[in-house]
């Protein structure tokens, strides 16, 4: 009822209507916010241990560990986001030939990401971490840009592969 109201209006009126393909303006792809997020929730996982490592817990640190735990959750959905949006928006036929196991690879991190958020383990972090650097390396590999890689310079210092912006 209401659809064949809408499109009599239109027929009335005619409604401009609105272009949009894309989740950000087109060209504006970096794999960086996903990798500070992967980064972030194996800090967040060192906060975690901090804290249980201490003993005797307070409601202080109970409390504390509920933060971590929520903001490294978050970390990995933005993983998951940031990795969903230049797989589908950015990566086309051209990106697939060069890097045939793209769509493996963020099946990879999605289901690390999962299992980062379920669990509490570095060594999960970690995976996490490595699987988004190969999906960096791709992405850059697509864009013909040389990259490099580095120990971040920031807690928890972990290999991170840069775009070689020099040449």
């Known amino acids: 009822m209401m659809h064949n109201l809408v ?4 027929k009335v009126i005619g409604f401009q209507t609105a272009q949009a393909h894309c989740d950000i303006p087109c060209k504006i792809y970096d794999p960086s916010t996903a990798q500070l ?5 194996v800090r967040l996982l060192d906060l975690i241990k901090e804290i249980e490592d ?10 504390q560990i509920s933060r971590l735990v929520s903001e490294k959750e978050s970390a990995c959905t933005e993983v998951k986001e940031a990795v969903r949006i230049i797989w589908g928006d950015y990566f086309k036929a051209p990106q697939f030939e060069q890097i045939p196991n793209a769509h493996e690879l963020t099946h990879s991190i999605m289901l690390q990401a999962s299992k980062c958020k379920q669990g509490i383990s570095r060594e999960e972090g970690e995976k996490l971490v490595d699987l988004v650097n190969q999906f960096a390396e791709a992405f850059w590999l697509t864009k013909g840009v040389p990259t490099y890689t580095a120990a971040c310079p920031y807690p928890p210092m972990l290999d991170t592969v840069y775009p070689d912006l020099k040449g």
């Open 7 to 10: 499109n009599v209006l239109d």
């Open 54 to 63: 201490k003993g005797d817990l307070k409601v202080a640190d109970y409390a």
């Open 37 to 41: 997020a992967a980064l972030s929730c």
